[in-house]
């Protein structure tokens, strides 16, 4: 599966989240992403785009991994 594949899949993730991290200075970030995902408005989904969401989905792999109980 892909990181595009994987993020059009309705996620256990929320997309807004990844977004986020993804383009941290844009403030529609999450519509940005979503437009990208469904090619509106002749947005494409590039390689580089699937590179900072498997970085984002990455990080946050790492930070559940670090959860404690307490």
Same mark, same amino acid.
């Given at each position: +599966?892909?990181? =595009?594949?994987? %993020?059009? /899949? #309705?996620?256990?993730v =929320? %997309?807004? *989240? &990844? !977004?986020?991290? +993804?383009?941290?200075? $844009?403030? *529609? !970030?999450?519509? *940005?992403? /979503? #437009?990208k %995902? $469904? $090619? #509106?408005?002749n947005?494409?989904?590039?390689?580089?785009? !699937?590179? @900072?969401?498997?970085? !984002?989905?990455? =990080? %946050? @792999? &790492?930070? &559940?991994? $670090?959860?404690?109980?307490?």
């Amino acid at each position: +599966m892909t990181v =595009e594949e994987f %993020l059009k /899949s #309705n996620p256990p993730v =929320e %997309l807004g *989240y &990844i !977004a986020q991290k +993804m383009f941290p200075n $844009n403030r *529609y !970030a999450k519509q *940005y992403l /979503s #437009n990208k %995902l $469904n $090619n #509106n408005d002749n947005r494409k989904f590039t390689k580089k785009d !699937a590179e @900072s969401a498997l970085k !984002a989905l990455k =990080e %946050l @792999s &790492i930070e &559940i991994i $670090n959860l404690d109980l307490e």
